[in-house]
């Protein structure tokens, strides 16, 4: 169920400028909060599309799944939401993507301030290689945060760390197991305090211990947090999302091209019982893919 | 299907074939070879270092016993005269040299270096760094001797022109033999910093980057950390060379064994006392002979143990990660 209630004690719902619409008593599932809509988005690298034509809206505190097959730029778009692509000097994006209303390639938007309101976890695991402090210390102290202490406490309390690693805070993380390393970047990633957390397949190098606690972890996470994941997993998309979005990869007439390409967006109970495109049947169905 | 039933036969294995030999065909005697050879090579870097440790330590001891030198007044005393009547030992004025121009040299050197690196790892574009870091690479192949004759008719004049007192006895300063020393410096720190620093995995960068750093602070809170054992191997290698600087020194620096760190006054380096003094007509033995040796052991010792410090700085501060 969607909720608005305890967003409004975050701090950081009041920096944002977000226009609230009065709250709807309607079943319409889109007319709750949008945090992103995505216009016809077509992302590039050097001249290779790797996503076309996306068009979706992405709703607040909830956890947005987007799953198919590799290679049908699900990464790539997860990657557009914060401007990570940007890190990758080819990459370019067509279309609009608005973030609350604002167009998140507006020329005068600065990347650095857009990452700070939408975060984000990796694939692999990526603390640096620091002490478990410093590592959720590193985010508050470079954007000239205070209480850091506070922060870090609250973080690792945020992401069901603290027990196992509050005597160890000065260990390097390394030497963590690789589901702590993944919630410790989850803390990490949560001690800024941003309003959206990308995981771009954040479970898919752990056992299925860690994933069970990464899932649980999301599913408290969404209260404060609007969560997009990307997985190839489609049980854990089942469990853990609230809308899934297909892509799929498509191939042009001369096999030479392929893109990856939005097929259905919908409730993901409705992906999984009821697709209305068959493609999305036969994946979800374990046909293909 | 015929084909299918040829190939068929591989699945009956045991029962035609007979066991293989297990033993091998042959005594590889090439390979055993090859594996002396090899060792032998890397044996040979190891007896050398033993065979200069040897030949520098007898005339040294010899220089402290027959010739009756005070290990104190070599190492406190404060006047170098060892050729002139009455001759000191004092090594202090040398050493000092040696450090004066070294530090110099590492004061400007440092930063660049440094500097550059980070913007050739961090900034630069995969063009712009496609031509920076080979002409940098090919700075630190000039022939140091070109880099003293720079310094000497180059250098030298131009600062003396805007700050007089870099320059007290034209055309001679350890200042000036500094900066031409941090010049053939600044390519080895900035290369293989740039090396270290590149050679962190992307992933940090990311994670940095998703928590809204810019790009600064994921060049230096991140990047730089992440590198340091590199960095500081390339500091290490970098001040090795600058104390081990010999022709720049005896070019620029001017060869007055003056006991300053002054960067203006004229000083003599340990190395350049070595390459002035060493030369075809002083006899086997003679004290001239010995201090020459004594002089290098010092400074194979100052090496040494600042090689053995850095090894402990790379330890303590290193960042492994994986």
């Not at chain 1, 606690?213 to 190839?232: C, N, R, W």
């Not at chain 2, 131009?158 to 390519?187: E, W």
């Not at chain 2, 994670?207 to 590199?230: C, D, H, M, N, Q």
């Not at chain 2, 500091?235 to 081990?244: D, K, N």
């Amino acid at each position: 169920m969607h909720s608005d209630g305890p967003n409004d004690e975050r701090g950081l719902s009041q920096q944002i400028a977000v226009t609230r619409e009065p709250e709807q008593a309607g079943e319409d599932i889109w007319a709750k909060d949008k945090v992103f809509e995505v216009n016809d988005v077509t992302v590039s690298y050097g001249k290779k599309p790797a996503v076309r034509d996306v068009t979706m809206d992405i709703v607040r505190n909830e956890v947005t799944a987007l799953i198919g097959p590799s290679g049908c730029g699900k990464s790539t778009l997860l990657r557009c939401l914060n401007r990570m692509n940007d890190l990758i000097p080819s990459a370019s994006v067509e279309g609009e993507i608005l973030y609350h209303g604002q167009d998140l390639y507006g020329h005068k938007v600065d990347p650095v301030q857009v990452r700070k309101m939408i975060g984000m976890v990796f694939q692999k695991p990526n603390p640096f290689p620091k002490s478990v402090y410093d590592n959720i210390a590193f985010g508050p102290k470079v954007l000239g945060m205070k209480d850091i202490d506070e922060r870090v406490e609250k973080a690792l309390h945020g992401a069901a760390l603290w027990d196992e690693v509050k005597d160890r805070l000065d260990d390097n993380a390394y030497g963590m197991s690789g589901g702590q390393q993944q919630r410790l970047c989850i803390a990490r990633t949560m001690a800024v305090e941003p309003e959206v957390i990308l995981m771009d397949e954040p479970c898919s190098a752990l056992d299925p211990i860690s994933t069970g606690k990464i899932e649980d972890l999301m599913a408290e996470l969404k209260e404060q947090f609007s969560i997009v994941i990307v997985t190839h997993n489609m049980q854990q998309a089942a469990r853990v999302s609230d809308k899934t979005a297909f892509l799929i990869v498509e191939l042009d007439a001369t096999d030479e091209n392929r893109w990856g390409q939005l097929v259905e967006y919908d409730e993901t109970g409705k992906i999984f019982t009821n697709p209305q495109d068959s493609r999305t049947e036969d994946y979800v169905t374990g046909k293909v893919g | 299907m015929e084909a299918r039933d040829s190939i068929g036969a591989f699945g009956q294995r045991g029962a035609a074939r007979p066991l293989p030999s297990l033993e091998a065909p042959s005594h590889r005697y090439g390979e055993k070879l090859i594996k002396v050879l090899l060792g032998a090579c890397a044996l040979l870097s190891v007896v050398t270092t033993t065979a200069i440790v040897i030949s520098l330590l007898i005339p040294t001891i010899g220089f402290f016993t027959e010739d009756n030198i005070g290990i104190t007044e070599f190492l406190f005393g404060t006047s170098w005269a060892p050729t002139f009547q009455p001759a000191s030992f004092g090594v202090l004025p040398i050493l000092v040299g040696t450090l004066s121009t070294s530090l110099w040299g590492m004061m400007f050197a440092v930063p660049i270096g440094l500097a550059s690196a980070i913007w050739l790892s961090e900034y630069a574009s995969p063009r712009a760094r496609k031509v920076v870091k080979p002409v940098l690479e090919v700075l630190a192949g000039i022939p140091t001797v070109a880099i003293g004759i720079f310094g000497l008719v180059f250098l030298s004049p131009l600062i003396d022109d805007i700050f007089p007192f870099m320059v007290n006895v034209p055309p001679f300063s350890a200042g000036i033999a500094g900066l031409a020393i941090g010049l053939m410096i600044v390519p080895i720190i900035a290369s293989i910093s740039d090396d270290a620093m590149r050679s962190v995995p992307s992933g940090l960068r990311e994670a940095a980057y998703g928590l809204g750093a810019t790009k600064l602070k994921v060049a230096t809170r991140v990047v730089f950390p992440a590198a340091i054992s590199g960095v500081i191997a390339s500091l290490v290698l970098a001040g090795s060379r600058a104390i081990g600087e010999t022709m720049v020194v005896l070019l620029v620096a001017g060869a007055s064994p003056n006991l300053t760190f002054d960067p203006g006054s004229s000083v003599l380096t340990m190395t350049a006392f070595i390459g002035q003094t060493a030369t075809g007509d002083i006899s086997t033995g003679s004290i001239t002979y010995d201090t020459i040796f004594a002089v290098g052991s010092l400074l194979f010792i100052i090496t040494l143990i600042l090689n053995m410090f850095a090894i402990r700085m790379v330890r303590k501060y290193r960042e492994v990660y994986e």
